[in-house]
């Protein structure tokens, strides 16, 4: 199966979809014949972050067998998941199993791609048992302390001491120490240093324990809001145009909460609308 390149205008509309701009889809809707999954998964997109999970899940399924046409397997990995959550909420599982038994045999007579194969099977384990993806096996899901948390001044101390040259007016610095925090100390500790380190960039993985530490401190509002950031860093779009919404929030059993309602996901469909100058248009 050969990976599709987009032409330029394609995804271009792909940028305006992503910033929520709805004539887009009509534009969209032009290329169907040339590229009928890319336009398919971009639907499917749009109709999880509207709740339509019937019309997502009917629109993936048609796709599930040409996502090896993305480069990055992130695509194939999101929708997988989505589909698994959508198929959970409709209680389509034993379609949807179907359907990835029908994937598993075709990857192993075209290619046998073991991750692929693998994680088809990961995710009908999860669908047999009634579970969400991954909601059973997440560091942070639900978030403990550990059982002996350091203070942020005792981790500071140690950092000092592998490094004399660190300020602690250094924004890198802040943020080692706020790793630190995240792996050996308070949730609290963690928090405070997060909101002092706003504005310097920071990694998907940093927002994601940030949210679950404000949970389990019970500020579920600092943890939207800090989904919402999330949402308009739009760190979510790492492989490729067609990534019109953040489906990387279905993969992490905190974000994907704030997906299943309907007012949290509006705050995080319209936070993810905002263009904040972050991702380069090619």
């Known amino acids: 199966m050969e990976v599709i390149k987009l032409p330029k205008k394609f995804r271009m509309v ?15 809707e032009t290329f169907a014949d040339k590229y009928p999954h890319q336009v398919a998964a971009i639907k499917a997109e749009v109709a999880y972050f509207n709740l ?7 629109l993936d399924l048609t796709v599930l067998p040409w ?3 993305w480069y990055y397997s992130n695509v194939s990995d999101e929708h997988m998941i989505a589909m698994a959550v959508a198929a959970l909420r409709l209680h389509r599982e034993r379609e949807l199993m179907e359907a990835l038994t029908k994937e598993q045999a075709r990857i192993r007579a075209e290619n046998g791609r073991p991750q692929r194969d693998r994680f088809c099977d990961i995710l009908m384990d999860y669908l047999k048992r009634g579970i969400m993806p991954f909601a059973d096996n997440d560091k942070n899901y639900p978030y403990h302390e550990p059982e ?3 203070t942020k ?10 490094n004399k040259k660190l300020s602690p007016d250094d924004p890198d610095a802040k943020r080692k120490l706020y790793n630190h925090c995240c792996m050996f100390g308070t949730a609290r500790d963690a928090v405070d ?8 960039p920071m990694a998907d993985s940093s927002y994601r324990d940030a949210i679950a ?18 949402a308009t860093e739009r760190l979510w779009v790492v492989a490729g145009p067609t990534q019109v919404r953040p489906m990387t929030f279905f993969e992490d059993p ?29």
């Open 14 to 28: 792909c940028y305006e979809i992503m910033d929520g701009k709805e004539e887009a889809l009509t534009a969209l």
């Open 52 to 58: 339509d999970y019937e019309t997502a899940l009917n």
């Open 67 to 69: 996502l090896e046409e």
């Open 148 to 150: 002996e948390p350091q």
């Open 153 to 162: 001044e005792q981790l500071w101390a140690k950092l000092v001491e592998q």
């Open 193 to 200: 240093l997060f909101e002092e380190i706003q504005g310097v």
């Open 213 to 230: 530490r404000y949970i389990y401190l019970g500020d579920r509002e600092k943890a939207l809001q800090t989904a919402e950031r999330l």
């Open 254 to 282: 905190n974000l994907r909460e704030f997906l299943l309602e309907p007012d949290t996901l509006q705050r995080i469909r319209e936070a993810a609308f905002i263009d904040n100058g972050n991702l380069v248009r090619k």
